[in-house]
């Protein structure tokens, strides 16, 4: 009898154990990002096709990026086509801190190039706060720090890896 207690003692502790670290690893995996390269301590670029490609003075400070979902139903229009969201679509989200090392207050238009591990580009951006497909605005006085956020719809967890640009030339007032 005793043995058996002992025995008992050892193995619900055990189950028990075994069970938190199992929802822990089930959580942690539908909630993880990919090991995908983030971009810090850069200056941002302009797509290759807008102004050359040209350095601009918005610094990178650091950026992130996780799997997640809308919070919220909308839709947009643009050049490349109308897109809906429903909350609740999956998506990929990239945000992050820019620093205005211009001498003005300026709107910065951030935009970005998403890859899977195919080497497929996966767009459009699709940012609930964005006024059009694309492309994230945030306003950020010179010499301060603000903050960006990206999303695009996309249901995989496959991102490989993603490059930030500025996608207008900054400007006083936001972009279209």
Known sequence: MNRKRKLISIAVPLFFLFL???IYYVWNQSTASPSVQLKNE?????????QGGAETKAYLINSQLYYGVYNENFSRSGATGDYSVNKGD????????????????YYFAITANVYNTAGEKIEPILTINSPQPGFAVTQINNS??????????????????YDLFIAYEPSEIPPP
């Open 144 to 161: 301060s720090t603000g903050f960006f956020e990206l999303q695009l719809k996309y249901a995989a967890k496959d991102v490989s890896n």
């Open 90 to 105: 999956p998506c990929i989200i990239i945000n992050g801190t820019i620093r205005n090392d211009y001498d003005t207050d």
């Open 42 to 50: 850069i200056y941002l670029h302009f797509p290759s096709n807008y």
């Open 20 to 22: 938190i670290l199992s």
